[in-house]
Protein backbone atom coordinates (compact mmCIF):
# COMPACT_ATOMS: atom_id res chain seq x y z
CA UNK A 1 0.00 0.00 0.00
CA UNK A 2 1.35 3.13 -0.83
CA UNK A 3 1.40 6.55 1.11
CA UNK A 4 -1.02 8.33 -0.74
CA UNK A 5 -3.98 5.12 -0.15
CA UNK A 6 -2.60 5.27 3.49
CA UNK A 7 -3.67 8.61 3.66
CA UNK A 8 -7.36 8.28 2.79
CA UNK A 9 -7.92 5.57 5.23
CA UNK A 10 -10.60 7.18 7.68
CA UNK A 11 -8.81 9.70 10.09
CA UNK A 12 -5.73 9.55 8.36
CA UNK A 13 -2.96 11.93 9.16
CA UNK A 14 -0.02 10.66 8.47
CA UNK A 15 1.33 8.01 6.83
CA UNK A 16 4.95 6.67 6.91
CA UNK A 17 7.14 3.73 6.34
CA UNK A 18 10.97 3.13 8.29
CA UNK A 19 13.54 0.67 7.82
CA UNK A 20 14.01 -2.53 10.73
CA UNK A 21 16.11 -0.18 12.45
CA UNK A 22 13.34 2.21 12.71
CA UNK A 23 14.91 4.41 10.26
CA UNK A 24 11.81 7.29 8.65
CA UNK A 25 12.09 6.11 4.85
CA UNK A 26 9.23 7.76 3.80
CA UNK A 27 6.32 10.13 4.85
CA UNK A 28 3.02 11.97 4.07
CA UNK A 29 1.36 14.37 6.50
CA UNK A 30 -2.17 16.06 6.40
CA UNK A 31 -1.71 19.81 6.57
CA UNK A 32 -2.80 21.34 9.71
CA UNK A 33 -1.83 18.26 11.72
CA UNK A 34 0.65 19.41 13.84
CA UNK A 35 2.49 16.26 12.99
CA UNK A 36 6.68 16.43 11.79
CA UNK A 37 9.31 14.42 10.44
CA UNK A 38 10.81 14.51 13.23
CA UNK A 39 7.66 12.98 15.07
CA UNK A 40 7.36 10.14 12.83
CA UNK A 41 11.09 9.45 12.61
CA UNK A 42 10.80 9.14 16.65
CA UNK A 43 7.79 7.05 16.30
CA UNK A 44 9.66 4.46 13.93
CA UNK A 45 11.66 3.87 16.13
CA UNK A 46 9.51 3.41 18.89
CA UNK A 47 7.22 0.76 16.94
CA UNK A 48 10.84 -1.08 16.27
CA UNK A 49 11.32 -0.98 20.01
CA UNK A 50 7.66 -2.21 20.91
CA UNK A 51 7.38 -5.22 17.87
CA UNK A 52 10.71 -6.12 19.72
CA UNK A 53 9.09 -6.34 23.14
CA UNK A 54 5.62 -7.62 22.34
CA UNK A 55 7.27 -10.36 20.24
CA UNK A 56 9.19 -11.31 23.49
CA UNK A 57 6.36 -11.15 25.66
CA UNK A 58 4.37 -13.12 22.82
CA UNK A 59 6.79 -15.89 23.02
CA UNK A 60 7.20 -16.18 26.67
CA UNK A 61 3.30 -15.97 26.82
CA UNK A 62 2.93 -19.30 24.45
CA UNK A 63 5.94 -20.83 26.56
CA UNK A 64 4.55 -20.32 30.30
CA UNK A 65 0.75 -20.95 29.08
CA UNK A 66 1.02 -23.80 26.07
CA UNK A 67 -1.57 -21.47 23.92
CA UNK A 68 -0.29 -20.83 20.67
CA UNK A 69 -1.11 -17.94 18.18
CA UNK A 70 0.31 -15.21 19.53
CA UNK A 71 3.69 -15.13 17.86
CA UNK A 72 4.77 -13.99 15.18
CA UNK A 73 3.36 -10.38 15.79
CA UNK A 74 2.16 -8.26 12.44
CA UNK A 75 0.98 -4.97 13.94
CA UNK A 76 -0.21 -3.60 16.73
CA UNK A 77 -1.69 0.22 17.63
CA UNK A 78 -0.95 2.38 20.57
CA UNK A 79 -4.24 4.37 21.49
CA UNK A 80 -3.19 8.07 22.42
CA UNK A 81 -5.73 10.92 24.05
CA UNK A 82 -6.57 12.87 20.48
CA UNK A 83 -4.68 10.19 18.13
CA UNK A 84 -3.04 6.66 17.04
CA UNK A 85 -0.93 5.10 15.85
CA UNK A 86 -1.71 1.35 13.55
CA UNK A 87 1.47 -0.66 12.82
CA UNK A 88 1.58 -3.61 10.27
CA UNK A 89 5.17 -4.58 8.91
CA UNK A 90 7.19 -1.87 8.21
CA UNK A 91 4.47 0.81 7.89
CA UNK A 92 2.05 2.96 9.72
CA UNK A 93 -0.83 5.38 9.95
CA UNK A 94 -1.50 7.77 12.41
CA UNK A 95 -5.40 8.65 12.67
CA UNK A 96 -7.37 11.01 14.60
CA UNK A 97 -9.19 9.20 17.31
CA UNK A 98 -13.08 10.38 16.53
CA UNK A 99 -12.74 9.33 12.55
CA UNK A 100 -11.16 6.22 12.88
CA UNK A 101 -11.67 3.22 11.96
CA UNK A 102 -8.95 0.63 13.49
CA UNK A 103 -10.22 -2.39 12.10
CA UNK A 104 -10.45 -0.82 8.25
CA UNK A 105 -6.94 0.33 9.35
CA UNK A 106 -5.67 -2.69 9.86
CA UNK A 107 -7.16 -4.57 7.57
CA UNK A 108 -5.94 -2.21 5.12
CA UNK A 109 -2.15 -2.18 6.22
CA UNK A 110 -2.19 -6.54 5.92
CA UNK A 111 -3.49 -6.38 2.32
CA UNK A 112 -0.64 -4.42 1.16
Same mark, same amino acid.
Given at each position: ??????? #??? /????????? $?? /???????? %?? =?? =??????????? %???????? @???MEARGWEA?? =??? /?????? /??SVVGLEW???? #? =?? %??? @???? %? #?? $????????????
Amino acid at each position: MNLEKMM #DLP /GALAAFTYS $DK /GELQSHLL %RE =GS =GLTAQVLDLLA %RSCVANMA @IAGMEARGWEALT =GHN /GFDPLK /GFSVVGLEWSVVV #D =GN %RGV @IVKN %R #DA $DYEATFKALQAA
